[in-house]
Nanobody
Framework: QVQLVESGGGLVQAGGSLRLACAAS????????MGWFRQAPGKEREFVAA????????YHADSVRGRFTISRDNAKNTVYLQMNSLKPEDTAVYYC??????????????????WGQGTQVTVSS
């Protein structure tokens, strides 16, 4: 059973930076991708970034490209989300997710099998 634990959220001023971490346990060789999603109050959960666990290819949503960077440390079974130039509209609960099936789709929530509990990111103006 895969377990995901996020950390690193908090309150930051606009223009600031945060680094989120997702510590994973129970990952197997079949793990295909790890992703970050976010959900603001009253909105649907949306894709932020994803990384292929074995190959390392990365994908970022247009809204964060150039500001956020996803990375991984396979030895530590940890995925990171470096967030720079934060904006108030980045305020949300950020979730880490793991996908085991090799779907080729990393941007949709339905394709992920495991989720963390989320960490709050608040950006003040």
């Amino acid at each position: 059973q895969v377990q995901l634990v996020e950390s690193g959220g908090g309150l930051v001023q606009a223009g600031g930076s945060l680094r989120l971490a997702c510590a994973a346990s129970g990952l197997t060789l079949s793990t295909y991708a790890m992703g970050w999603f976010r959900q603001a109050p009253g909105k649907e959960r949306e894709f932020v970034a994803a990384i292929l666990w074995r190959g390392g290819s990365t994908y970022h949503a247009d809204s964060v490209r150039g500001r956020f960077t996803i990375s991984r440390d396979n030895a530590k079974n940890t995925v990171y989300l470096q967030m720079n130039s934060l904006k108030p509209e980045d305020t949300a609960v950020y979730y880490c997710a793991a996908q085991e099936r090799r779907s080729g789709i990393v941007t949709l929530t339905d394709y992920y099998d495991y989720w963390g509990q989320g960490t709050q990111v608040t950006v003040s103006s």
